[in-house]
Every structure is written in C-alpha cells, then in structure tokens.
C-alpha cells in the first residue's frame, strides 16, 4: 500500500444516518475521512427514520452533506416495527457492500437497529458518542445507548466521564478512545453561515422586530415523547412557557409530533400570543443563528445542550435528567424539569444576572472527526494486516 491508498480488498465504511440529530454528527466525519491520508472510502446509508421534508432534505443542503448513496425509506412505526425494518432492509446492503465496519453515530433507532445487523453479519460496529447515560430507562434512547455500546468494537466518547460509565457496565477500555464532540465540529464550522434571527422569523411572516427588542428573546424547543404526548404534561407546560413569554418574547421551533399534539389536545389557545410565536421546523443554520443570538434556550433536546454550551448561551432543560451532565458541570445547562417554580425562577435569574456560561469542555474544538478518522483508519489498517498474517 501507497501512502495514498486504501487497500483494495478493504471495503468500505457504511456511515449510517437516520434522524435529524445524526445528520449533524455525520457530515464533519465524512470531510475528514475525505481529508484523511489515506483517504477513507465510505458508503452513505440513510434509513429514511426521520421522513419530513422540512426536517430532512434542508437539512443534508445546509450541512453540505452528500446525497446519501442509499435511502432504505423506512418511515414511521413503533419502536419494535421501525428497529425491525431497519435491520431488514439493512442487511443486504452489508451483503452487497462488505464494508470495512459499520460506524454509527448518536442513540436513535437508527443506530442500534444497524449495529445489531453489523455484528450478527460479522462486521466491526463502530459507535461515535459512546458512552452517554441518563440513567432512565424509560427513555427509548438509553436502551439504544446502553446496547450498541455493548455490541461495538469500537467506540468513541464525547467528554472523559462517558468511559467511566462504559468501564462500570463491563466494557474495556481498550476498546474506548476519547476523541471530542462531533456534534460541535458542526457548529464550528457553520457557525458564520449561520442566518440572522430578524430574517428567519420574517421568513416565517413574523415581523422581524420580536427578535430584536431590548429584553432580548428566547427559544424554545419541547420534542419528547414524555413532554408532549399527553395532555396531563404538555398542557402545564405550554402554560408556563406562555407565563415565560410575559417577561421576554419565545421563539418556538415546532417539531411536528409537538404541532400534532397541541391540535390533538385543543391546546392552541395556550400560545395564541404575538409573544409567543410558532415557528415551522427549521434548517440548522436557521437554529444556529436563533441560539446564537437569544437570551437563553428552553428546551428538552440533547443537542442544544451542547450547542448552547458551546456558543455561551444559557439553557434550561426540561427534563428530569440529561446524558450530556457536562453541559452542566462546565457548560450553560441547568436542569428545571418540568416544573413551573423551577423553570420561572430559571428564567428570572438569567435575566437578573446573565446565568450561567461555562466554558467549552475539553475537545470541543472542531477536530474531533479528525481525531476520529485517524484513529479509525489506524484501527481498520491493524486489523487488516493481522487478518493478512
């Protein structure tokens, strides 16, 4: 082998995606597997787990990401329904495609549902943002968490702590490198691309001066099952964002099954005020200028706990627990539940005092796909000279 080559006989790396939260994490690893010398050759495979357009299509033109080389089509289903034809429609592409692993990233369906295929196929499963936990399994995504970390070859961390939690369920740390966090490679590199929040609100047909009045303004996002689909919760939690409001104006990003539901449980009432002002789902530069630019961010994604944390803008998640505690122990996060008490006083001291702003955390530097490509490549390339000997 050449410095610039790749060993023929090596297949590819199948780079698995499936929901919004993936597409951020994938496109800095595909430019470094690109940049990487030997460059990494590699299959781009999207399940099609997250099917909406507006969350979708903009998403892979504002990431510069490639047109994946498959779409598996899953669609929506339950969990067990979605997981099962994941892994069904998953399979023959490793048949076809003998990849030289299979890498995926995050904790959706998506994820697990891949990496069951990979190591019942035989093939190395490689899992970046290992290690996470929120300690509750009633949440769908720590069951996904906790067994691709079990089943993986390899595995990449976010933030130090994640290898003590892998360590604790068994896993070796041979097996564990800690590299940094994708997801802020991303922002880092869009962030001066990143839209002006007056324009995406007008954009919207929402005049652009709700984004620029003296008291500043704040985002909101509410996606997860146990916030928005029961009446018993959501309905309590629209009416203290709409309390929120009276003190600074929401800018509120809908994820569809959060629109859905607040039709469902005739709640439209609740935020019909010019101070709360609802949003269709936005591409990821449209939110990067929307954070960057806020006050603060309430919010119950994983995501902009990290995102928030990285640009220095306060947030208050609406969750009992989080699997990124760093953004809390070093970052902008503060955990208020679902709480009214809690989230109002949240709120009032980030707009007495400023709230808290952290610092960005260990490898949150951009070049964590960098330090990934390197490591992999090395990895991939041992493993084959030991196959060869």
Same mark, same amino acid.
């Given at each position: 082998?050449?410095? #610039?080559?790749?060993?023929?006989?090596?297949?590819?790396?199948?780079?698995? =995606?499936?929901?919004?939260?993936?597409?951020?994490?994938?496109?800095?690893?595909?430019?470094?597997?690109?940049? /990487?010398?030997?460059?990494?050759?590699?299959?781009?495979? /999207?399940?099609?787990?997250?099917?909406?357009?507006?969350?979708?299509? #903009?998403?892979? %033109?504002? $990431?510069?990401?490639?047109?994946?080389?498959?779409?598996?089509?899953?669609?929506?289903?339950?969990?067990?329904?979605?997981?099962?034809?994941?892994?069904?429609?998953?399979?023959?592409?490793?048949?076809?495609?003998?990849?030289?692993?299979?890498?995926?990233?995050?904790? =959706?369906?998506?994820? $697990?549902?891949?990496?069951? !295929?990979?190591?019942?196929?035989? !093939?190395?499963? =490689?899992?970046? %943002? @290992?290690?996470?936990?929120?300690?509750?399994?009633?949440?769908? +995504?720590?069951?996904?968490?906790?067994?691709?970390?079990?089943?993986?070859?390899?595995?990449?961390?976010?933030?130090?702590?994640? @290898?003590?939690?892998?360590?604790?369920?068994?896993?070796?740390?041979?097996?564990?490198?800690?590299?940094?966090?994708?997801?802020?490679?991303?922002?880092?590199?869009?962030?001066?691309?990143? #839209?002006?929040?007056?324009?995406?609100?007008?954009? *919207?047909?929402?005049?652009?001066?709700?984004?620029?009045?003296?008291?500043?303004?704040?985002? !909101?996002?509410? /996606?997860?099952?146990?916030? =928005?689909?029961?009446? @018993?919760?959501?309905?309590?939690?629209? %009416?203290?964002?709409?309390?929120?409001?009276?003190?600074?104006? $929401?800018?509120?990003? $809908?994820?569809?099954?959060?629109?859905?539901?607040?039709?469902?449980?005739?709640? %439209?009432?609740?935020?019909?005020?010019?101070?709360?002002?609802?949003?269709?789902?936005?591409?990821?530069?449209?939110?990067?200028?929307?954070?960057?630019?806020?006050?603060?961010?309430?919010?119950?994604?994983?995501?902009?706990?990290?995102?928030?944390?990285?640009?220095?803008?306060?947030?208050?998640?609406?969750?009992?627990?989080? +699997?990124?505690?760093?953004?809390?122990? #070093?970052?902008?996060?503060?955990?208020?539940?679902?709480?009214?008490?809690?989230?109002?006083?949240?709120?009032?001291?980030?707009?007495?005092?400023?709230?808290?702003?952290?610092?960005?955390?260990?490898?949150?530097?951009?070049?964590?796909?960098?330090?990934? *490509?390197?490591?992999?490549?090395?990895?991939?390339?041992?493993? /084959?000279? @030991? *196959?060869?000997?």
């Amino acid at each position: 082998m050449t410095q #610039q080559s790749w060993p023929s006989d090596l297949g590819p790396v199948i780079c698995v =995606v499936g929901a919004r939260p993936n597409f951020m994490k994938m496109g800095p690893i595909l430019r470094a597997f690109a940049a /990487h010398q030997p460059p990494l050759p590699t299959l781009l495979v /999207h399940t099609g787990q997250h099917y909406d357009k507006d969350m979708n299509d #903009q998403l892979f %033109e504002d $990431l510069g990401l490639p047109k994946p080389d498959i779409n598996l089509e899953v669609g929506s289903g339950t969990h067990a329904v979605q997981t099962a034809e994941v892994m069904r429609r998953f399979e023959p592409v490793i048949d076809t495609h003998r990849p030289s692993c299979v890498l995926v990233v995050g904790d =959706v369906n998506s994820t $697990l549902a891949c990496s069951l !295929v990979a190591v019942k196929k035989g !093939v190395p499963s =490689v899992h970046v %943002e @290992a290690g996470l936990r929120s300690f509750d399994r009633g949440m769908p +995504e720590e069951i996904n968490r906790i067994l691709t970390d079990q089943i993986a070859d390899r595995l990449y961390t976010t933030e130090r702590t994640a @290898a003590d939690n892998l360590a604790r369920e068994g896993i070796p740390g041979e097996r564990v490198a800690f590299v940094g966090n994708v997801m802020i490679d991303s922002l880092l590199f869009h962030r001066s691309r990143a #839209q002006a929040p007056g324009e995406t609100v007008a954009a *919207a047909g929402i005049p652009p001066e709700i984004v620029s009045r003296p008291e500043g303004y704040a985002v !909101v996002t509410l /996606h997860r099952p146990s916030n =928005v689909d029961s009446a @018993a919760t959501l309905q309590p939690l629209l %009416e203290v964002l709409r309390e929120v409001s009276e003190r600074l104006p $929401l800018v509120f990003a $809908l994820h569809p099954r959060t629109k859905s539901n607040i039709a469902k449980f005739g709640l %439209e009432s609740i935020v019909a005020t010019p101070r709360m002002v609802m949003l269709p789902p936005q591409g990821y530069l449209e939110m990067v200028g929307l954070m960057a630019g806020a006050k603060l961010v309430l919010t119950d994604s994983g995501g902009l706990q990290e995102e928030t944390t990285a640009l220095g803008v306060p947030c208050l998640t609406m969750r009992e627990n989080t +699997e990124r505690p760093i953004t809390i122990d #070093q970052g902008t996060n503060t955990l208020v539940g679902r709480d009214r008490k809690a989230i109002v006083d949240g709120v009032d001291e980030i707009l007495s005092v400023g709230g808290k702003r952290g610092r960005v955390p260990e490898y949150w530097d951009g070049e964590a796909a960098s330090r990934i *490509a390197a490591d992999l490549a090395g990895w991939l390339l041992d493993r /084959h000279r @030991a *196959a060869l000997s």
